[in-house]
């Protein structure tokens, strides 16, 4: 990337997970110029000849049956917990009273998007609190505690809902455990388990799903980010069994799933397989972890690598938000998430050669910054989280 002086930037944050094919792909950029030409909106009353194939692909590579698009990944969030009360309200509930089986479990250390239903089930209370009273019936568990995990689920939750890999919680993956723990107790129980892969999923970990990592499959999968390679959509990949309880006019979206969009998305999926990124995800972010993983042995404030593919955060023991504007004069783009990790998403599309750039650079911002000691992670989790370092979604 180019800032308006002509300085150059190595950019690994994608805009957040968004731009996984980097920027201006030729592609994209044809298919784009190509659909701006001919129909960029229809509306949902009528078909394209896009949307069609594009949920046929998603199905396929999540194993999953159904999708419904939105217009972004807490609208898609959003949706979930709609489809999770409704496939909870047995025929008898009366439709203007609260069903018995309505509590939704949701993670501590989690986001999930900005609207009313995403928030509420995003347990860091910089975002909650300014819009209490929020959604009833949430409760927070211990991510990845399956005793705590046991202790809250019964008969009336609906839904668990959990991210994969916690992105803006600050890279943290859910165990083999605790992920079987969950789907036992939702088949159990007559709840769904919804995957929340909007930062890691469609390729990013080096598999089109992080869960896929596992032998059991979630109800919901919830994606975005770069599904449309930096236009906005959203999707809602569902199971046979949840999607055939929705009938006309219990959900809708105006812009979700239009024909410019859907092809797009649809090309980027097609060139994910046409230039083997996935592999080159698993390829190149062995190399950037390895790497990693030699500067921390030098510099003693890093504490922990975690994530997986490209999906990688570096806990420091020091603030990490001077390293983020330190980068940023050497020309490199990351950002901090929960104050103390570095979070790296940089594009599939990423060579050999931008790794050892990036690394050789990231070890200069490790030298140059100065390092603030007013605190550390663990002490840091004890205080309200400062407002100036909240990530969007």
């Not at 009273?97 to 009313?116: D, E, V, Y």
């Not at 797009?264 to 046409?274: G, K, P």
């Not at 603030?319 to 504007?325: K, S, T, Y």
């Not at 070890?363 to 370092?389: C, D, G, M, N």
């Amino acid at each position: 990337m180019y800032d308006s002086t002509g300085k150059k930037y190595l950019d690994f944050l994608g805009g957040i997970a968004v731009n996984a094919l980097g920027h201006a792909h030729s592609r994209i950029v044809k298919v784009i110029r190509r659909e701006a030409a001919r129909a960029i909106h229809l509306s949902n009353l009528y078909n394209n000849a896009f949307q069609g194939p594009l949920a046929r692909k998603l199905a396929e590579i999540s194993g999953m049956d159904r999708v419904f698009f939105s217009n972004s990944g807490t609208e898609a969030a959003d949706g979930a917990l709609k489809l999770a009360r409704l496939c909870a309200r047995a025929a008898s509930d009366a439709p203007d009273k609260p069903a018995a089986k309505h509590r939704i479990l949701a993670m501590q250390n989690s986001f999930h998007g900005r609207t009313f239903g995403a928030v509420s089930v995003t347990s860091t209370e910089k975002y909650r609190l300014p819009f209490a009273p929020l959604v009833p019936g949430v409760e927070f568990v211990r991510f990845n505690d399956i005793a705590d995990l046991e202790s809250k689920f019964d008969n009336t939750v609906c839904a668990i809902i959990l991210e994969t890999i916690q992105g803006e919680g600050g890279i943290h993956s859910v165990t083999e455990a605790f992920w079987n723990r969950a789907r036992g107790l939702a088949t159990q129980h007559g709840a769904l388990l919804i995957a929340d892969e909007i930062q890691c999923g469609l390729g990013r970990t080096g598999r089109y799903f992080a869960y896929q990592k596992f032998s059991s499959r979630p109800d919901l999968v919830l994606v975005a980010k770069p599904l449309a390679a930096g236009l906005p959509l959203g999707a809602i990949l569902a199971t046979e069994a949840v999607a055939s309880r929705v009938s006309p006019g219990l959900h809708g979206t105006t812009f979700g799933g239009g024909p410019l969009i859907c092809a797009t998305a649809l090309e980027f999926l097609n060139i994910l397989q046409d230039q083997k990124l996935i592999e080159n995800v698993r390829a190149r972010g062995a190399e950037l972890r390895e790497g990693l993983a030699s500067l921390a042995a030098k510099f003693n404030f890093i504490r922990e690598i975690r994530g997986e593919g490209l999906i990688l955060g570096v806990e420091l023991s020091v603030d990490g938000n001077p390293f983020v504007a330190e980068a940023l004069r050497q020309g490199l783009l990351i950002n901090c998430t929960h104050d103390f990790t570095l979070r790296l998403l940089p594009p599939f599309i990423i060579t050999r050669a931008q790794v050892r750039e990036f690394l050789r650079t990231f070890e200069l911002v490790l030298v140059k910054t100065p390092k603030s000691t007013s605190a550390a992670p663990a002490q840091a989790a004890a205080k309200t989280p400062r407002l100036a370092h909240s990530a969007a979604r």
